[in-house]
Nanobody, 114 residues
Framework: QVQLQESAGGLVQPGGSLRLSCAAP????????MGWYRQTPDRPRELVAT???????NYADSVKGRFTISRDNAKNTVYLQMDSLKPEDTAVYYC????????WGQGTQVTVSS
């Protein structure tokens, strides 16, 4: 079964930073838009950011100016740099590959709390 391998999340203080990474098999990564989504017990899964194969990015309004998505095509890896984190960013973050497939990672917990 195809797997997207997400890095560990963690506990971060408000205002802090954290970088998530997600490695994919080349056959999945090479031709698909990669993205990050997040979910809490109180909210359905929501888009955080996406990046196309050509590098075009899209962000949720709630994270614009604070989060940056990028992809390294040589490493088949997508990153999410999260800065100025807020308690409301607390969620399970999921990596996604979309296009030829719709493939999800297992999710990683990010907790923003003092």
């Amino acid at each position: 079964q195809v797997q997207l391998q997400e890095s560990a999340g963690g506990l971060v203080q408000p205002g802090g930073s954290l970088r998530l990474s997600c490695a994919a098999p080349r056959v999945i990564f090479r031709f698909q838009t990669m993205g990050w989504y997040r979910q809490t017990p109180d909210r359905p899964r929501e888009l955080v950011a996406t990046i196309s194969t050509g590098g075009s990015t899209n962000y949720a309004d709630s994270v614009k100016g604070r989060f940056t998505i990028s992809r390294d095509n040589a490493k088949n890896t997508v990153y999410l740099q999260m800065d100025s984190l807020k308690p409301e960013d607390t969620a399970v973050y999921y990596c996604n590959a979309n296009g030829l497939t719709n493939t999800w990672g297992q999710g990683t917990q990010v907790t923003v709390s003092s």
